[in-house]
């Protein structure tokens, strides 16, 4: 397979994330680092040995031999960044949620179709080996009819006024927070997992702290705990702190679902939990190799991943043998493995969420705040 040379635009938590594990990816190499300044860039260059770095992300977008690019800024630079480079000729890895509302989304669909290149927001949570074997059960007919999807996605990491993160203010993230970083993940997987379409939603949510002490200097996603008094500034809060939400699947399915960044001691619980009219299925990120099958008239099961025992379907997306972890790193690492399959070869299937998965997802966002607005059921 050929070379493909990527860059890599934002430096924060998930710069780390893509940057590890896309060099996982053995016919991918990162040209080059963009960052909010070169003094950044260069810091996280170094980090990573890569050579080149540059606080103007425009300037990677006129070089020819990159190819692809990871758009891992704030949301509200997510839709201008993959414009310009998608226009540019390169491929776009975008970070979810995609943008900050339905409109921008619509727009990276018309120049993703317009220009061809292949394009990705970063579900990356589907592509755990156990969920794609929930998936191949669902479509086996193993539950038999999907009737009842329920869940969570439940963090502390927002607990106390003192934690802060560039997603609490509504111009850098957009108006949801807590439903557009997590409940987004959420509400993809369910639907990518029963192939059922989310119809009609009803959501209610909560903003706990009504102000944030915001560091007088920059910190890093998930840290910035330990600071002094005098190291803040007091600022108003005007995204959610928690999200509840009652929803519709297809022609018949119901469920709901919460999402917290402020529920202690979860530090990255994301449930799915799917009953069918023949058993239920229950899997949990922070246990990602277990998956826990429920059965009305005999014993209930718990299988622990093993590729060899998996449907065919979903062993490819493990690529470790049975007792051998595959967690977080590994699922970001499966999108890439076949994202830069397709940069590589054009021929190559699309089996990765596209801009277009990314569109109906900032779509139901508009709905879940709809909803709250109105404190009333919406359809999709």
């Not at 860039?41 to 020819?64: N, Q």
């Not at 993230?173 to 997992?193: C, E, F, K, P, T």
């Not at 702290?209 to 910190?219: E, G, I, Q, T, Y």
């Not at 009219?277 to 246990?287: A, I, L």
């Amino acid at each position: 397979m050929r070379k493909v040379r990527t860059a890599i635009i934002g430096t924060g938590f998930m710069g780390k994330v893509h940057s590890e594990q896309v060099r996982r990816v053995g016919h991918v190499e990162i040209a080059a680092v963009a960052s909010i300044d070169e003094p950044t860039a260069r810091a996280f260059a170094d980090s990573i040995s890569v050579e080149r770095a540059t606080g103007d992300y425009r300037t990677l977008l006129e070089d020819k031999s990159i190819d692809a690019v990871h758009v891992l800024t704030p949301n509200a630079l997510h839709a201008p960044v993959s414009i310009a480079a998608m226009e540019a000729g390169k491929a776009v890895i975008c970070e979810k949620p995609l943008c900050l509302s339905e409109d921008e989304a619509r727009q990276m669909v018309t120049v993703a179709k317009k220009t061809g290149v292949p394009n990705c927001v970063q579900h990356n949570l589907r592509y755990y080996p156990v969920v794609q074997h929930i998936r191949q059960m669902i479509a086996a007919g193993e539950l038999g009819e999907i009737l009842i999807v329920q869940g969570t996605y439940s963090q502390d990491w927002l607990l106390y006024d003192t934690d802060y993160n560039w997603r609490v203010e509504r111009a850098s993230n957009g108006a949801l927070r807590a439903v557009g970083d997590i409940g987004s993940h959420w509400m993809d997987m369910i639907q990518h997992i029963t192939g059922l379409k989310i119809t009609a939603l009803c959501a209610d949510l909560a903003t706990f702290h009504a102000s944030r002490k915001r560091p007088k200097f920059a910190v890093e996603t998930f840290t910035g705990k330990t600071l002094s008094p005098e190291d803040y500034d007091n600022i108003p809060i005007d995204t959610e702190d928690f999200g509840a939400v009652l929803l519709r699947l297809g022609d018949r399915a119901r469920g709901c679902y919460t999402v917290s960044q402020m529920s202690a001691g979860c530090k990255n619980r994301f449930q799915i939990e799917v009953f069918g009219s023949k058993c239920g299925v229950m899997w949990n990120q922070e246990r990602p190799d277990e998956l826990w099958i429920g059965n009305r008239n005999t014993p209930n099961q718990i299988i622990i991943k093993d590729p060899s025992l998996l449907h065919k379907a979903a062993a490819g997306f493990a690529d470790l043998p049975g007792g051998h972890s595959e967690g977080y790193d590994d699922c970001h690492k499966q999108v890439f493995k076949r994202f830069y399959a397709k940069v590589a070869d054009p021929s190559a299937p699309v089996d990765y969420p596209t801009f277009e998965e990314g569109l109906w997802g900032m779509h139901l966002l508009g709905k879940v705040a709809e909803s709250a607005e109105k404190r009333a059921w919406v359809d999709c």
